[in-house]
């Protein structure tokens, strides 16, 4: 069965620096998320990406946070200037263009933020 | 998008049928429910989705009464691995754009032998 992967499974940065989250969606799916979920807490939106541009973001969603397609297959999260609290598991979704497919989700990144 | 209320926990043995109920009150009519399955340090993992009546799959069954206000998971002879978090959720599927999905806090289902 098909699945989107995401790489690293763990990246651990220094506050302040640059990281690049990366995902792989479902082959043939359009629409991509972005949600993150802090240690003990709920599932939060990010971000949704369809055609190339941004459907949707949340107020988390701020100037720090960047999504691109670079290419055919990859579908990349950068958070510019990282803080403690961007420490979270990030996870990428992704969904047909058809009316009422579910997301499917990858197994995430944890992010640690020293 | 309408709110979902579900139980915080419950607890299940080996084998027993588990029944998890999510009410959505202000459901509208272009919303679906939808289950998702989520394991420690893992992504949610779609279970089941439904519109009204009755849903079956390989791993659930997902029963909607006709005023759609509540919908219950069921899960046939859990075992151990089926310990996880299970989320409801309501919303809808017919239109493009976005369609981000909101979760709660979810079921927390205990498995024991």
């Known amino acids: 069965e098909p699945e989107v992967t995401q790489t690293p499974s763990h990246q651990v940065t220094q506050m302040g620096q640059e990281v690049i989250l990366r995902c792989v969606p479902i082959?043939?799916?359009?629409?991509f998320y972005w949600y993150r979920q802090i240690l003990g807490q709920k599932v939060e939106f990010l971000v949704s990406f369809y055609n190339n541009e941004i459907s949707e973001k949340s107020e988390i969603f701020d100037d720090q946070f960047s999504v691109e397609r670079p290419d055919g297959s990859n579908f990349t999260l950068k958070i510019r200037s990282t803080k403690l609290e961007d420490s979270a598991m990030y996870f990428c979704?992704?969904?047909?263009?058809?009316?009422?497919?579910?997301?499917?989700f990858g197994d995430g990144t944890r992010l640690s933020i020293l | 998008l309408a709110k979902t209320t579900q139980p915080i926990s419950m607890d299940s043995y080996e084998g027993q049928e588990v029944n998890i109920t999510c009410s959505h009150n202000?459901?509208?009519?272009?919303?679906?429910i939808t289950w998702y399955q989520q394991f420690p340090s893992q992504g949610p993992r779609f279970i089941i989705q439904?519109?009204?009546t009755k849903v079956t799959n390989e791993v659930a069954s997902l029963f909607i009464p006709a005023d759609r206000k509540s919908s219950t998971l069921s899960l046939p002879r859990v075992s151990l691995s089926d310990t996880a978090v299970y989320y409801c959720?309501?919303?809808?599927?017919?239109?493009?754009?976005?369609?981000?999905?909101?979760f709660g806090t979810g079921t927390q289902l205990k498995v024991e032998l």
């Open positions: 959720l309501v919303g809808d599927g017919v239109t493009g754009g976005g369609n981000k999905l909101t």
């Open positions: 082959s043939n799916h359009l629409y």
């Open positions: 439904g519109y009204k």
């Open positions: 202000n459901i509208a009519t272009n919303d679906y």
């Open positions: 979704a992704s969904r047909e263009d058809r009316a009422n497919q579910p997301q499917h």
